[in-house]
Each structure stands twice: as C-alpha cells, then as structure tokens.
C-alpha cells in the first residue's frame, strides 16, 4: 500500500523568508498530490494540489513541484508571513480505493 | 457554500458512556470519511463510505466503535461504551470522487475522563 514520509517535522524561519516541506510517497500509481493546511483549532484544509501530468504549479506564494521519477513532491512557501504559522500536510492516494495517505505533518513557525 | 458540518464542537464525557458525533457533508459530495487525530498517531483514517455504503473500515480500532450513513447528507461515529484512549480530535470529511481533494469539517474534541 501507499506510504507518505514527511520532512522535517518542525521548521522556524524569519518573516519573509522562504520554507520548503517535502514528502516522498511509494505508489507509483498515484496521480494527485493535495497540501493541506491546519491551523489551531481546526480542519485541514487544502491550500494547494498537483496531478502527476504537470511538474509544478503556482498560486501567489504557494507552489507545489512533483518528481514522479523520484516520487517525490514539495511544498514552498515564499516571502513567509506569521499568518503561514500552521500544521502542513501532505497526501497522496492509495491506488484502486478513496483512500489518502497523509503525511505526519510539518509545523511552520514564522517568526516576526 | 456550507463546508462540512460536524456536532458538537467539543465534548467531556466520563469513561463507559455513550458518544455520538455528526457530520454533515458537502452537499454532491459521494465519500465520506472519518479520522481521529492523536499527538502520537496522527491522522488516522477510521472508516469511509461512498455512495452511503462503508468501504473500508479497517482502520476502526475495536468493535466500540460503530458508524452509519443512513442518507447522503448524515453520518454518525458511535463509541460505546467510551474509554480515556479515545480522547482525540475526530474529523470527518467528504469528497466528490477519486482524484479530488477532501474537504475537513473543524472537528470534534473528545475528552473521556
């Protein structure tokens, strides 16, 4: 079945540098690769996705890269802000069912 | 657009009582599914319906605990009777089929003392 590994569990950097959190997944199968965010208190939420047929997507200062050869995919953030303080996770899906596999989660501290 | 409602928001209970927690999806959405989330353990998958029928439930922990899905719009996670090691954060959520994101309600905190 799928297995996600996540690096690195905690991460601290200055306001307005860049943070990167990655994951590695086993299923070759998998096609699409969703972050999620959670902030104290809440759910998951999706910040970002990819599928397997593009690389790298972009959206403000979020972006996701996929490498399907090393089965492994990345999160940056850029110009980081104390609101990007949360819980990251990632995920990927087991191959045949619904199911998502997630990451162990990163926790982004942003300090001001 | 309503995102996916869960009921209650918290709730402490002594140890050998019922439970009950809700969820409502996001209306069109055909997979449900329920997590607890633990410091140690993390995200867990316990069950998960499509098209109201359970899937898989593999990843419920004992025969305790029980869910149903009489309709699209209604789920229930059902533990009796509770034990303090199933304090934790249980989410549900849903999603319209394979290949897109699942939506997460807040979540339900449960205390067992």
């Known amino acids: 079945g799928e297995n996600v590994e996540q690096h690195p569990s905690t991460l601290s950097v200055q306001e307005g540098d860049s943070a990167v959190i990655k994951c590695t997944y086993s299923?070759?199968?998998?096609?699409?690769f969703p972050w999620y965010k959670q902030e104290l208190g809440k759910g998951p939420q999706l910040i970002i996705d990819i599928r397997s047929n593009v690389g790298e997507k972009k959206d403000q200062r979020i972006a996701v890269t996929l490498n399907k050869t090393a089965k492994h995919f990345s999160l940056h953030i850029t110009e980081t802000q104390p609101e990007d303080s949360a819980v990251y996770f990632c995920?990927?899906?087991?191959?045949?069912?619904?199911?998502?596999?997630f990451g162990t989660g990163t926790r982004l501290k942003v300090l001001a | 657009d309503a995102g996916v409602i869960q009921s209650p928001r918290h709730e402490v209970t002594e140890m050998g009582q019922e439970v009950t927690l809700r969820c409502k999806p996001i209306s069109g959405h055909n997979s449900l599914f329920w997590y607890r989330q633990t410091m140690m353990r993390g995200l867990e998958l316990l069950i998960y319906f499509n098209n109201n029928v359970p899937i898989d439930d593999s990843g419920m922990p004992e025969d305790r605990f029980s869910a149903k899905m009489p309709n699209a719009s209604f789920s229930t996670l059902k533990i009796q009777p509770s034990e303090p090691r199933d304090s934790a954060v249980y989410f549900c959520a849903s999603m319209t089929g394979g290949g897109q994101p699942q939506h997460f309600g807040d979540g339900t905190r449960l205390s067992i003392l």
């Open positions: 995920a990927a899906p087991t191959s045949g069912t619904y199911k998502y596999i």
């Open positions: 299923d070759s199968a998998s096609n699409y």
